[in-house]
């Protein structure tokens, strides 16, 4: 004899109910998602700059404000201005708002839905039909509550949940993306208006310094010392460095009004101070880079792709969900009378309730050829999260090789703008003194001018090839951007 059941009979067999509706709840039809495992490589194949950069990663705390590496406090403030006041990150803004409003759709799928109605209704039959003579002319008032819930039976709700998740990250991604941008912009432009202000500079130092050339030049030729063409070409020196200031002044003005527009604002709305020229900002003593692998988590794009990748998936799951029969309870609660004195009379309620089953069993292949799209589309996804990986990976490996090369010319222009100036000195001794043609004065003036103008140029280059490799490799931005 077999034992007793610890239940009574109706408590059996509810629980074999619940337990029966319990596992057929947690069937989630579609492929569960699985990241993507990447081989990459455990190092850059570009070379190391001297030191200065370094393969251990700095905490991630020191990374996400890299713009305050340079040690610049002005850069610092219109990078701030522009992640709070930046027109396109206020764009990625509400995209990110509306992406978080669809999961809030997605997620009230597991509940219920009720409406109330209320309805009048004056008929009368026509007199011209058999029985139309004998149907009176009514009005029929109704309020009611109409409840329906759909069991997610199949995990259709689910995957929707997880889809809609999925595009909600992928739009903060964006948003990250957007604010990196917007701060590597902000450098690059704040370093391209310091290095025209720095350029002129030079430009009218070099130019005084060609100016007292030719005074001595002229008066040379008034004391019989020289001929009239070394005061021609003294003057070419002079005006070839004047023609070259216009240009550097509109390479200034340029770099202004981009910044006005990062900031979302207008030129005149920028800090005065800007007008005043400054040294570049300095570079940081090292620069910590990482692995290849940490591209998977610090770069936005790559985290956007792969869920990206993750809703497709999601999206197939939803699809599946639409092959097997869906349940549905439905409901109506309300009163109904064919006069407004008899609504609320006690035989004027109103009640239906009932489960209700739907398969659908032939549709001619559209769902299959639905999933079949969904399931391209996911593969499609996964091919540019890879895409994307390998891209990052080559952005980050000429950033890396740019930087470095770029810091050892710097290296050779200071050396040779130290023989340069040197080399001006020595010309115009001797040519005082008689020991060597007008002519050398000339060459060594134009070559000395050059470098210094290269200098200044490489300067700024290495500092925006920075910028470069911090937004290459990911830089965040501040909490709560």
């Not at 522009?82 to 764009?91: F, H, S």
């Not at 005065?272 to 570049?280: D, G, V, Y």
């Not at 969900?321 to 609504?343: H, M, T, V």
């Amino acid at each position: 004899m077999s034992a007793p059941s610890l239940l009574p009979a109706p408590r059996r067999t509810f629980s074999r109910s619940a337990l029966l509706l319990a596992f057929v709840a947690s069937c989630t039809v579609g492929p569960d998602y699985e990241q993507p495992q990447l081989e990459l490589p455990t190092s850059w194949s570009a070379e190391r700059g001297e030191g200065l950069i370094d393969g251990e990663l700095a905490g991630t705390a020191a990374d996400a404000a890299w713009w305050q590496q340079f040690g610049d406090p002005l850069l610092d403030e219109l990078v701030e201005r522009a992640l709070q006041q930046n027109l396109d990150l206020r764009q990625s803004l509400a995209r990110l708002a509306g992406a978080r409003a669809q999961s809030g759709v997605a997620d009230a799928g597991y509940l219920p839905t009720l409406d109330g109605n209320a309805n009048y209704a004056n008929s009368k039959a026509s007199r011209n039909t058999p029985f139309g003579a004998f149907i009176p002319r009514t009005d029929i008032h109704t309020i009611s509550f109409d409840a329906a819930w759909e069991l997610d039976l199949w995990g259709r709700v689910r995957r929707s949940v997880e889809a809609a998740d999925a595009d909600l990250m992928a739009s903060g991604y964006d948003l990250h993306a957007a604010a990196l941008s917007v701060a590597a912009e902000v450098a690059r432009t704040y370093v391209d208006l310091r290095a025209a202000q720095r350029r002129l500079s030079i430009a009218n130092e070099n130019l005084a310094l060609q100016l007292q050339t030719l005074d001595l030049v002229k008066a040379r030729l008034t004391a019989g010392l020289v001929v009239e063409r070394d005061v021609a070409q003294a003057a070419t020196n002079v005006e070839t460095t004047r023609s070259r200031l216009p240009q550097l002044e509109a390479a200034a003005v340029t770099a202004w009004n981009r910044l006005a527009v990062l900031l979302g604002g207008t030129p005149d709305q920028l800090p005065a101070t800007l007008r005043e020229p400054m040294q570049l900002p300095q570079l940081p003593e090292r620069v910590a880079i990482g692995g290849p692998a940490d591209l998977l988590r610090r770069r936005p794009d790559v985290q956007r792709a792969e869920r990206q990748f993750a809703a497709e998936v999601a999206r197939i799951g939803v699809a599946s969900a639409d092959r097997y029969p869906s349940f549905r309870l439905s409901g109506q609660i309300g009163i109904s009378s064919n006069g407004a004195n008899k609504l609320f009379d006690r035989d004027s309620d109103l009640l239906n309730f009932g489960p209700s089953l739907r398969w659908n069993l032939f549709d001619g292949g559209r769902l299959k050829h639905r999933i079949e799209a969904l399931e391209a589309n996911a593969e499609a996804a996964q091919v540019a999260y890879e895409q994307t990986v390998l891209l990052a990976i080559e952005e980050t490996e000429n950033a890396i090789t740019r930087f470095g090369r770029e810091r050892t010319r710097r290296e050779a222009l200071v050396r040779a703008a130290s023989e340069a100036r040197r080399a001006v000195d020595l010309a115009q001794t001797q040519y005082r003194e008689g020991l060597s043609d007008f002519q050398a004065v000339l060459d060594s003036e134009r070559i000395a001018a050059t470098i210094d103008d290269d200098l200044a140029s490489s300067d700024a280059a290495v500092a925006t090839n920075l910028i470069a490799l911090y937004k290459a490799l990911g830089g965040g931005v501040p909490s709560g951007q």
